[in-house]
Every structure is written in structure tokens, then in C-alpha cells.
């Protein structure tokens, strides 16, 4: 037991160093160019553009990465995430996965 804690310990200090840590105030401050689009908090108006609410931090930093690489082509996102560094990507990633997406607008009641 305490060998795996110690080794859990060890994989999530690994983990930790490499990823950067998105900041969601940072991330907000930054997102008003993406409001346009895929609205304040990112629940876009329109089907025309992906809700980003509420969406996993690693999606987001993998789709904003995929962009920048050219593994996702879009004429548009391309040049949104272009500029954006990496400190940029983690920091609109915490604040979008952060804020409540409006996919999940089915209240069950009993
Ligand atoms: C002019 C409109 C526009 C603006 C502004 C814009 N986007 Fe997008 N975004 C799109 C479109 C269109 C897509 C879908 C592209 C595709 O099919 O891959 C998209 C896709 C995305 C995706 C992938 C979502 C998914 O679930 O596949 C992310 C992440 C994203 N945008 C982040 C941003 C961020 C962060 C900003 C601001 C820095 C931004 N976008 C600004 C139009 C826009």
C-alpha cells in the first residue's frame, strides 16, 4: 500500500510538471476574441459553431494544439489558435470546461 501511494505520488508530481496549470480568471480575460463565435461562456448561439462549455480541459487543449499543428484544418480556428501560446491554450481550457455548457439542459424530475 504505501509503496503504490508513494508511486501515485510520484506519477501525479510527473504529471503536474508537465502540464500547465490553466488559470480560469486568465482564461477569461483572454476569451473575448472567441465570444464572437462561441459566445461569452461558451455556449455558442448557433450550431454553426462547437459549444465549448463545459468540454473537457484536455479536449480543448488537444483541439486548440490540433490546429495550430494543422491536424485539424479549419480556415477559421486556424487562425484563432495560432497566436494563442501554451499558457494561452491551458488558461481558455480551464475557463471554458469550467462554465456550465447548455447541452445538459434536460432537468428529470420524479
Ligand atoms: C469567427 C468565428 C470563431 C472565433 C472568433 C473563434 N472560433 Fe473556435 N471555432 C470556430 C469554428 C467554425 C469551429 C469549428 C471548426 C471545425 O470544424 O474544426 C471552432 C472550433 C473550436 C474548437 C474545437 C471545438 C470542438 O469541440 O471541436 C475550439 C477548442 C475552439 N474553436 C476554440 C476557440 C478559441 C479558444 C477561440 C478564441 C481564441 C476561438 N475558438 C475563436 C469559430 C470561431
Redo the contacts with the bound molecule.
Sequence with gaps: MRILSSLTAALLLVHGSVQAAGDIDAGKA??A??A???GADGNSPTT???I?AG?YQDY?MR??EDYQTGK?N?P??TG??AP?TKQDRAD?AAYFSSQKSSLYTVEYSD
Design positions: 483572454k476569451s476574441p472567441c464572437a463565435c462561441h454553426a459553431f462547437p465549448l468540454q480543448l483541439a486548440m485539424r479549419n477559421i480556428m484563432f489558435a494563442l481558455l
